[in-house]
């Protein structure tokens, strides 16, 4: 079961790609201020409560994308041992539930956005896993790592070739029995980016479908 608090602010009821004061989620060093708030849901059996701020994705909720990532795919077990990837990690919320079903993995939470890799780290230590998750920028990831899960809900508004190579780059991290699990809204092009990757030789399935968004599970 998840569940999400949601905003009570109506300027934010779709501020999930940009702060109401104009920096994109995916700015490397915000400028909006931070402004901490709380954000609570549940998932995989426990409630969270997560600090979160101003300039990075999804500031003043559990994004509804991200929801059903979490409520829809296969979490891992807790035997799963990883190394398990967050791609686009924000404030943290995949992060810190990954770290809690799984805790013998390693969880690498990547972002651009120094503010949410600050955010993930102080969750995580909030939620007991500070010495399991690893934080960093993309270029700082090791090139030889191999991840056993990919878990994102993808920054679409980047555009559709700077997502595409996003993917390319960081699909290819996958060990050879790894899955990587997607969310993407259909209306912002969920099934045209399933066939994307069909193109590209991943194999694809539409494991879910709620609320208007996909949950792809891609393999080798």
Known sequence: MLSE????DPRRAGATMRDVTGDHYFTAEPTTAAQPREVEFSAAGRDFNLTSAGGVFSADRLDPGTAVLLRKAELPSPGETGPLLDLGC????????????APGATVWAVDVNE???ALTAAN???VGAADRVRVAAPDDVPADLAFAELWSNPPIRIGKAELHELLRRWLPRLAPEGVAW???ARHLGGDSLHRWL?????????????????????TR
């Open 5 to 8: 608090t949601p905003s009570t």
């Open 90 to 101: 924000g404030f943290g919320p995949i992060t810190c539930v990954l770290a809690t079903c």
């Open 115 to 117: 503010r949410a890799r």
């Open 124 to 126: 995580a230590a909030r």
């Open 182 to 184: 997607l969310v993407v």
């Open 198 to 218: 069909v193109e590209q030789g991943w194999q694809v399935e539409r494991h879910a479908s709620q609320k208007g968004y996909r949950v792809l599970r891609v």
